[in-house]
């Protein structure tokens, strides 16, 4: 799925206006049942409903969900901020379009806003923020940001039609406020804002409401930009063969593990025994293989004399791919051992946690690393490879130019996490949530997508789709254990189950 920007996607809707062809008002319409559908389907009628309309389209739709509900039984509240004549031709038609019952409260007299107090609205209250769309470039100013402050004051559930007022598209706005959504129900297709770290926190869950916009747009409308949903997944997913055996359904090395952080190696192999993979290998210390032996017995081990990697595995030619890092450490005979892996292996590797953290350290390792690799930092490891960074656009510059410098997959995780690829393009993911964040989950992720790499995937399709099951099966694991209480090793349990939805 396309991620356009503020401009494309008011012309996106000028395009379905005029080539569909349907009236603007009837395609705000469309909008507005498909949101009122939903509140009807997840908000219960004892809830009373506030709706804060601004003046452009975006109040507009607010206004129309407000007049549905209302006549679906639901007690609703509508405060409008400016004149009637300030509005857009499409808002005041829906103002006017209101039933008798359900006047508007003016929070404007005579050019003053009047006040509104938090005791006006009780704890169950939903407030529906129709305030600001897309298209804004600068601070947001009064009334609104007065008003977007009070919003946030309130102790109410939030949502938010199609953008958290104040949050723009894309790119960055300093120094202003923007609403704190609990959910928002973004039209047709997400914004690059919410899914990024600096904003995406305020737009709560993303809920994507298609209005049938025209197809014909998108499929011509250049961007770098894409959200990586289930339909996308289905499309890559390879089939299993019938008469498959091990030693043609690929064989994965995972050079994971030394004393005291056998665990990551534990993590990884168990992520890509999930994989489909025919064959996964271990090499770690021989002190550490009773573990693997004992809890992932279907992998095999092979052994390094020291107490952490310090030797390569015999007969590197027989691995189809190769993922190295997790629970590595960063010895001196680790960082040569490294160094000779990387000049000697050729093919796609998976690298992770401490061999990032040595090549970070050793930056002439980069040009080393096997053309369409995926490295897959956190946050901590990408700054140690690409510098800080002031905000969410320049992060994303640095990472595509260091995917395209070394023609690699670079994943970076976290909430909705990015994947830049060689040719420019960022992928963002629509699975997964806040109970991941614990230790270990990366170490699955690793070992998922070398497996999937071993198993005859591409490297981007490894990349995209591991991202996207792994976050799946934490959703999965989030379910059973909550967000708490889940910890990584629940992840690898549902693996299986998150990829047989898909295939």
Not at 48 to 73: C, E, H, Q, T, W
Not at 288 to 313: K, M
Not at 471 to 494: L, Q
Request: contains cysteine; glycine residues 10%.
């Amino acid at each position: 799925m396309k991620i356009l920007t503020g401009a494309q996607i008011k012309e996106a809707d000028r395009f379905t206006i005029e080539n569909e062809p349907i009236e603007s008002i009837l395609l705000m319409e469309r909008a507005a049942e498909v949101i009122a559908q939903w509140i009807c389907n997840n908000i219960s009628q004892d809830r009373p409903l506030s709706f804060f309309i601004g003046k452009g389209n975006n109040g507009g739709d607010g206004l129309a969900v407000a007049r549905m509900l209302y006549n679906a039984g639901y007690n609703c509240r509508v405060y409008t901020i400016f004149d009637k004549k300030q509005l857009s031709n499409d808002c005041r038609y829906n103002l006017d379009r209101l039933p008798r019952g359900l006047k508007p409260v003016s929070l404007r007299s005579g050019g003053d806003m009047l006040s509104i107090q938090k005791d006006d609205f009780s704890e169950g209250e939903v407030i529906i923020d129709a305030l600001l769309g897309v298209g804004i470039h600068g601070p947001v100013s009064e009334p609104l940001n007065g008003i977007i402050e009070f919003i946030n004051s309130l102790s109410c559930e939030v949502i938010s039609i199609d953008m958290p007022s104040g949050m723009p598209t894309e790119g960055n706005v300093p120094e202003t406020s923007i609403i704190n959504a609990s959910t928002t129900l973004t039209i047709e297709y997400p914004k690059l804002s919410m899914l990024l770290p600096e904003n995406g926190e305020k737009a709560g869950k993303i809920v994507v409401l298609p209005i049938d916009l025209d197809k014909r747009y998108f499929d011509v409308t250049s961007t770098p930009y894409y959200y990586v949903d289930r339909d996308y997944i289905a499309q890559i997913v390879l089939p299993r063969p019938k008469f498959a055996h091990k030693g043609v359904t690929g064989h994965a090395l995972l050079v994971c593990g030394s004393e005291g952080m056998t665990g990551a190696a534990v993590l990884a192999s168990g992520a890509a025994l999930r994989s489909g993979c025919g064959l996964v290998t271990i090499h770690l210390p021989y002190s550490e293989r009773a573990v693997i032996h004992t809890v992932n017995p279907s992998a095999l081990v092979s052994c390094d004399s020291s107490a952490f990697f310090s030797q390569l595995p015999e007969n590197l030619e027989k691995y189809n791919v190769i993922g190295i890092g997790c629970g590595l450490g960063k010895h001196d005979l680790t960082i040569k051992a490294l160094s000779e892996l990387l000049a000697k292996f050729d093919l796609p590797m998976v690298i992770d946690a401490d061999a990032l953290n040595i090549i970070a350290e050793h930056p002439e390792y980069k040009k080393f690393i096997p053309q369409y690799s995926v490295l897959t930092p956190h946050i901590g490891e990408l700054k140690r490879l690409v510098g800080t960074w002031d905000d969410d656009t320049e992060r994303n510059l640095k990472v595509r130019k260091l995917a395209a410098e070394i023609s690699c997959y670079i994943v970076v995780k976290g909430a909705h996490t990015m994947i830049a690829t060689p040719d420019g393009r960022m992928l963002f993911n629509s699975t997964g949530n806040s109970g991941m964040a614990k230790g270990g989950s990366g170490d699955v992720l690793t070992g998922y997508i070398t497996g999937l790499l071993a198993r005859g995937y591409s490297s981007e399709s490894a990349a995209v789709l591991g991202v996207y099951i792994h976050g799946r099966a934490g959703d999965k694991a989030a379910e059973y254990f909550g967000v708490e209480g889940m910890n990584s090793s629940d992840i690898i349990d549902f693996l299986g189950e998150a990829m047989s939805e898909i295939s």
